[in-house]
């Protein structure tokens, strides 16, 4: 029987084509991966050795012998060469007229480069190199947080091509926006809502129902958890979260950064192995620094594999139909083994 669920944030339809619903056997798209491992390329702006290539370093995890700028790295953030937004002017609105509003594209943007490997993706990193990236995303979040023009900041990462990544070699990336994205304010005035009429985090009480439930559950340890959400908009939609409270990414202690890195590789890996290294963004969902969510709001991470297009009904409603039930794909990620 076909069937609608109801996003419990955004309030949004989803249409869960059960008609169609199978688990996708044979993905539909790939990330080619070279047969061997390749550690270096030498046109690769991201390889070790190639520094010269990238603008000076913003963030390293290296040697305490070696030099910025110079080999001997474990990670590296660097800002975007080719970069949408700068800091260079200040976000000052003109209005022309009613039609016509325009101001400086102010912002920032800059990419984490997770390993100095050129092939090797994160699910099969080390979990201690897993660790160094989620800190890494922390440690630039608060240091861009500074910046009193940014409002907001998206950490996310693009995989394969159909993801829109055109670079092979391993990485995250950052942008931080003078305006709170579209997306963002939904999240948090559905939260907001939820907060005012019952007095809980909606964000809880889902993992409340997660836990309960069971059925969506891919895998989890004792303070994080990845699951398929009742109301996934594609196959395979995954989400990662706190089991407690936080509004914050950008408040994980090390303990909890430890325990994060093996929820995250877990999830990817499976993911990886799974569904055949399939193309997939991911977006870490936060609380900016300057608005006050704590109470309403709650971090999470929403992977969504490439499996599907969003085609018309999807580009013309904003709603969308999604042809795999999410507790069979939690069941089918659920049961992959890890080793
Ligand atoms: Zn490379
Ligand atoms: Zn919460
Ligand atoms: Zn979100």
Known sequence: MPEMRRDPITKNWVIIATERAKRPEKPTYKV??????????KNCFFCSENEYMTPPEVLAYRNYNSKPDSSGWTLRAVPNKFAA??????????QENSLQISSYATGTSEVIIESPHHSKCLSQLDLDQVADVLRAYRDRYIAISQENAVKYILLFRNHGAQAGTSITHPHSQIIATPVIPP???????????????????VYCDM?????????????ENDHFISFAPYASKTPFETWIMPKFHSAKYQDLNEEQILYLSEVWKTTLFKIYKGLENPPYNYFIHTS????????????????????T??????????MYINIAIPEDCAEYLREIAVK
């Open 85 to 94: 937004l700068n800091l260079n002017q200040e976000f000052h609105i003109k």
């Open 183 to 201: 997306k963002i304010a939904e999240e948090f005035t559905g939260a907001n809502d939820y907060f005012e009429s019952t007095g809980r985090c």
């Open 32 to 41: 080619d991966m070279q047969e061997n491992e390749v550690p270096y390329e």
């Open 288 to 307: 900016p620094t300057q608005k006050n969510t704590d109470r309403y709001y709650h971090w999470h991470v929403e992977l969504i594999p490439k499996l």
């Open 309 to 318: 297009i969003a085609a018309g009904f999807e580009l013309g409603t904003g």
């Open 207 to 219: 993992i409340k129902m997660e836990l309960k439930e069971r059925s969506r559950i891919i895998y």
